[in-house]
């Protein structure tokens, strides 16, 4: 069974440009999340989608963040414009598939550094 | 709010030398409570997935245990490859469902 996928897995931008991560779930997991991971830290929930709907953004930055899973399967996560804080690995990860209604997991996840 | 703290955050253990890791939280109910085990460069990979005080779980070296406020993970005679990052995470009955709120980590380091 194929993991999931993320892309690109590396990204350097200077601040106030803008970029976007693309994430490929699990075949089959209707729930797909963004976490954002700041070194020496645990992974902070940024947005969760249940299909194509958002169940909880209630820790996304909406003034610069946004996200969207079209048609219920890959997603794409979009910072614009960028700041230096947003320096961290963004992890993709799906859950709520057959016998693993609970876990996540995860993908290898992209590390952004804005200079 | 939910709250995990782990600890210790680093860990120093010489091959074979068996350890605990402990992860305390505070949730208005738990739903479930998440190891994770992460390596430099990687997302974080599942272990063990622990619903009620009492249970146990066993993977090789690891053993995962929970009580109403903290959970351990018991490393019985670690070697060099059982070294990286582990996570430890709480889904509570607050929040979205299925919601993971994380702990910082411990870093363990198993030495030759």
């Known amino acids: 069974e194929a993991g999931v996928a993320q892309s690109p897995r590396y990204k350097i931008i200077e601040k106030r440009q803008s970029v976007a991560f693309w994430c490929n779930p699990i075949s089959g997991h209707a729930t797909l999340y963004w976490y954002q991971q700041i070194l020496g830290q645990g992974p902070k929930l940024l947005i969760q989608f249940q299909n194509n709907g958002v169940v909880d953004d209630s820790q996304l930055p909406k003034d610069r963040f946004s996200a969207e899973r079209l048609k219920g399967v890959d997603s794409t996560l979009k910072i614009q414009p960028a700041k230096l804080e947003d320096s961290a690995v963004y992890l993709c990860a799906s859950g709520g598939g057959q016998g693993s209604y609970n876990e996540q997991f995860f993908g290898p996840g992209t590390r952004l550094t804005v200079l | ?112």
Not at chain 2, 26 to 50: A, C, I
């Open chain 2, 1 to 112: 709010e939910d709250q995990v703290t782990q600890s210790p955050e680093a860990l120093r253990l010489q091959e074979g030398e068996s350890s605990s890791l402990n992860c305390s939280y505070t949730v208005s109910g738990l739903r479930g409570l998440f190891w994770y085990r992460q390596d430099p460069g990687k997302g974080p990979e599942f272990l063990f997935t622990l619903y009620s005080a009492g249970e146990e779980k066993e993977k090789e070296r690891l053993k995962a245990t929970l009580t109403k406020k903290e959970s351990f993970l018991h490393i019985t005679a670690p070697k060099p490859e059982d070294s990286a990052t582990y996570l430890c995470a709480v889904q509570g009955i607050s929040g979205s469902a299925r919601q993971l709120t994380f702990g910082s980590g411990t870093q363990l380091t198993v030495l030759p």
